[in-house]
């Protein structure tokens, strides 16, 4: 069931998108009317969260069945109780799901309000509590352990410190305020800590702030199939071309038992130092992160390269993962977002740069997979397409497990290459209501299912090398 608005874009971002999603071969092949309708619901999705809470258990320190029980003791202490089922997925036995509650019609809203970035707001509604910086105004009289209403400024348009907000403003829920107005807005030092306990969220999901974290790693479900889809095996060197924040390189090295070299690149520090932090934190000794910009990854000459570090040899690696920077459009919950289109269009060329790197440093055998967490034709579809036609010696591959839907049609490719892809589409299932009744009676096997749709959107493409693409001499 739909609460909030549909996702709010610049005018010619969605025309942008929506020329994509209509393009000729959709609507020749599902008529005008049906192409629109499912362009719509899209965009009316990406304003909600996913049915389901997505956690990716540590397989390198603990066993799937201690960390559920492990949850459902956390659980139980959240939810006051409340019984909440825990799903381990058939297809992807290191992830667990927990349905959210929601959305929750009858909560009263109070006369104090605190009011909170979108991007803070996002995370308010996928289970976090909300943190000091995120606020940007709160009602005058607001104290430590009053009942307030929590909002998001979806639209960024409210002043820092302001003491009322007119403006469009979503409601997330109740929390108990930790501090006054006066301490939150002092000025004097930068506070982090928690600003607003939320007690009754419109959507209810587990926090999991400093929880069971050795243990788990909170993950959407495409997310983690991208891994299973790359399937490393012990003693193989992996690349992971843009890691950060090290979900998908810690998943490669715990699948791989932490037996063989993991390395990650990201070109910004601060977000390779949160990739070595999590490695600590989940106990994986075989990654190796650098700080490093992923299009120079490439040695250009052929001199051995010193202890390990970039840029590599080409064809040096078994695997490769490019889990590409992307326009993120596929994110959900996504209320609205300001780009341009030149802002959202981009990407293409970064990502081809990439591409073509880590083509270059693939092994001939070896196995490519490539990623976005977008839903524009032009970042997925089409750059399959591009790889085909640019690299003859790539083969697009069949996915193990397959989870999501086919590709999208648009690029020029043949129905047998889109059932090769995985796009994960959040419009192919309605707008859920779910509560504590409605979980009692749920069949597992559907709740698997709609875990499976109603996730965030993404798009998975495997490819395998099937010879050396190294310049042979005459």
Not at 136 to 151: C, E, L, Q, R
Not at 199 to 224: M, R
Not at 246 to 253: D, E, L, M, R, V
Not at 263 to 289: F, P
């Amino acid at each position: 069931m739909s609460i909030f608005p549909k996702i709010s874009l610049r005018l010619e971002v969605e025309n942008y998108l929506k020329a994509g999603f209509m393009n000729k071969e959709i609507v020749s092949a599902l008529g005008k009317q049906e192409a629109e309708r499912k362009f719509e619901t899209l965009l009316n999705h990406l304003s909600h969260p996913p049915s389901f809470t997505t956690v990716r258990v540590n397989t390198h320190l603990a066993s799937v069945q201690h960390v559920k029980n492990l949850l459902f003791d956390e659980l139980q202490k959240q939810f006051n109780g409340l019984s909440v089922p825990i799903l381990q997925h058939p297809d992807l036995q290191d992830v667990l799901l927990i349905p959210v509650i929601g959305p929750r019609k009858n909560i009263k809203k109070q006369q104090c309000e605190a009011v909170v970035g979108a991007q803070c707001g996002n995370a308010v509604l996928r289970g976090a509590h909300v943190y000091v910086p995120g606020i940007v105004s709160a009602s005058k009289f607001v104290k430590a352990g009053d009942i307030i209403s929590v909002y998001s400024d979806i639209k960024g348009k409210c002043k820092k410190g302001a003491k009322e907000f007119d403006g469009t403003k979503v409601f997330l829920g109740n929390g108990i305020s930790e501090l006054s107005r006066k301490e939150i807005f002092n000025g004097l030092r930068e506070l982090k800590g928690i600003g607003v306990r939320m007690t009754e969220p419109v959507y209810l999901s587990p926090s999991f702030d400093n929880v069971l974290s050795s243990y788990i790693f909170l993950q959407n479900l495409p997310s983690a199939v991208v891994t299973h889809v790359l399937d490393p095996q012990p003693g193989e060197r992996i690349l992971d071309l843009c890691a950060a924040p090290g979900g998908k390189t810690t998943h490669i090295a715990a699948l791989m038992h932490d037996q063989g070299e993991v390395i990650a690149l990201d070109k910004i520090s601060n977000k390779v130092e949160k990739i070595k932090q999590n490695a600590l934190l989940l106990g994986l000794n075989s990654i190796r992160a650098f700080c490093f910009d992923g299009t120079k990854a490439l040695k250009l000459d052929t001199v051995k390269d010193a202890e390990g570090e970039p840029p590599f040899l080409p064809e040096s690696f078994d695997r490769i993962l490019l889990d590409a920077p992307c326009s993120g459009m596929g994110q959900r919950p996504n209320m609205a977002c300001s780009w341009t289109l030149k802002e959202v269009t981009s990407y293409q060329p970064l990502q081809r740069k990439l591409f073509t790197v880590a083509v270059k440093l693939l092994k001939p055998g070896g196995v490519l997979v490539y990623s976005t967490c977008t839903i524009t034709l032009a970042e997925n579809e089409e750059q399959v397409a591009w790889a085909l036609t640019a690299f003859p010696d790539l083969q697009l591959q069949p996915q193990e497990p397959q989870i999501g839907g086919e590709g999208m049609m648009g690029a020029g490719l043949s129905f047998e290459q889109l059932k090769q892809l995985q796009r994960f589409d959040p419009s192919v299932v309605p707008l859920q209501d779910t509560d504590t009744e409605s979980l009692r009676d749920a069949r597992i096997e559907d709740m698997i299912w709609l875990a499976n749709k109603d996730c965030i959107g993404f798009f998975i493409a495997k490819f395998v090398k099937c010879k050396s693409t190294q310049e042979k001499d005459p």
